[in-house]
């Protein structure tokens, strides 16, 4: 080929390649286009932003991977952190999981939040049995955790939901769980204090759900709540933050007023206050209009969120990003079903941004 027309046909390869690399970004999700995520409006106000992640789908799915790059700034492990994860054979710790997410936040500087340390769920079928085998062998369960677990994230992990739901739905004020039944009330006192000892600088996170809105059960849940926090504080026991987990329902009514009472109650106790779990579930009863669904959810995103952060949160995180992934999806227990599903995440199922991430932004924006 002579010269010119070599060059001829390179540049009209080269003007090929680059028609079809714009025509694929135009047709890439706008979260994967976008140049500033919900991380980065959120820390401007001095607010960290992030959600739950799974690490086989960050590693399998680029769009989920991207997605969590351009929105946000912490990372929560979904299920990497839990006793079953960390520990499924007695004695045998495999950190795989969590591993890689430390180092993808780590070369992405974003930080990393665990969950969960001590937790009725998520334990494996030996430690179930082992906690049926008197108290002594209970305290050895949870110390040879909290050894391993925590001397392998101190340098990098710095937030933990250390207990996780220790609160009845209804009736005693405790839920019963392996660990209360093993140990006894004290268990919650047991477990923080561990921590701490093991790292005297971690944020030492109690994390419930249950009590955001304005019903019956929930305003109980608070007074609960409020009781087992002053319990702890009193009895000198280390506690540094109640973690709200924000699943919310559409079905029960949201009071901004009496929330903002309720964490000016847990803010006058010297703790402060994380949204650790946020997402929404719907009713069947919702418009059938996607539009007119999402409004809604928006709508109580914004009262919600805003009523946090002028309460004192500085964190708020998102189970999850997108409703392709959502456990308010994927659970039979709380699906939709029928061809219907949850829209309670601030991304749809093809990665665009909903009201809801809107309603996040303006609320991260002090109302703008």
């Known amino acids: 080929m002579a ?20 025509a694929q970004d135009q047709q890439m999700p706008e979260v994967l286009r976008a140049m500033t995520g919900l991380g980065e409006i959120a820390r401007a106000r001095g607010i960290s932003f992030g959600a739950a992640m799974l690490t086989h789908l960050m590693q399998r799915d680029p769009a989920y991977e991207a997605a969590f790059a351009a929105e946000a700034a912490v990372i929560v492990s979904e299920w990497e952190g839990k006793f079953a994860a960390l520990q499924p054979e007695e004695g045998k710790f495999d950190t795989s999981l969590l591993d890689a997410q430390l180092r993808w936040a780590q070369q992405r500087g974003r930080t990393l939040r665990g969950h969960a340390l001590v937790w009725h769920e ?12 008197g108290r002594d062998r209970a305290l050895g369960i949870m110390t040879a955790h909290f050894d391993r677990v925590l001397s392998h994230t101190r340098s990098q992990i710095r937030d933990w939901d250390v207990v996780n739901e ?3 739905t209804a009736g005693d004020q405790l839920r019963d769980t392996p660990w209360l039944r093993a140990l006894g009330p004290e268990y919650i006192d047991i477990a923080l204090k561990m921590a701490r000892e093991r790292d005297p600088t971690l944020r030492i996170v109690l994390n419930e759900y249950g009590f955001e809105e304005d019903v019956p059960e929930a305003l109980l849940k608070r007074q609960q709540l409020l009781a087992l926090l002053r319990g702890l504080l009193e009895r000198k026991v280390p506690l540094d933050a109640l973690g709200i987990q924000g699943h919310l ?7 901004a007023a009496s929330f903002a009472g309720f964490l000016a109650e847990v803010r006058s106790l010297g703790l402060q206050v994380l949204i650790t779990e946020l997402d929404i579930r719907e009713t069947w009863d919702a418009p059938q209009e996607i539009a007119a669904r999402d409004a809604l959810v928006a709508e109580r995103t914004y009262a919600f969120v805003s009523t946090a ?7 708020v995180l998102s189970w999850g990003l997108s409703d392709k992934y959502s456990w308010l999806a994927n659970t039979p227990a709380v699906a939709m079903g029928q061809g219907r599903v949850h829209r309670g995440l601030p991304l749809d199922d093809n990665w665009q941004r909903k009201p809801m991430w809107h309603a996040l932004a303006r609320a991260f924006r002090g109302g703008d």
């Open 3 to 22: 010269r010119r027309g070599f060059l001829l046909a390179g540049s009209g390869l080269a003007l090929s390649s680059c028609v079809r690399a714009r």
């Open 309 to 315: 952060l002028e309460g004192g949160a500085r964190t």
């Open 166 to 168: 220790p609160i009845a």
């Open 122 to 133: 998520s334990l494996p079928a030996w430690a179930e049995r082992a906690l049926t085998e």
């Open 249 to 255: 329902h559409m079905s029960r009514p949201f009071n």
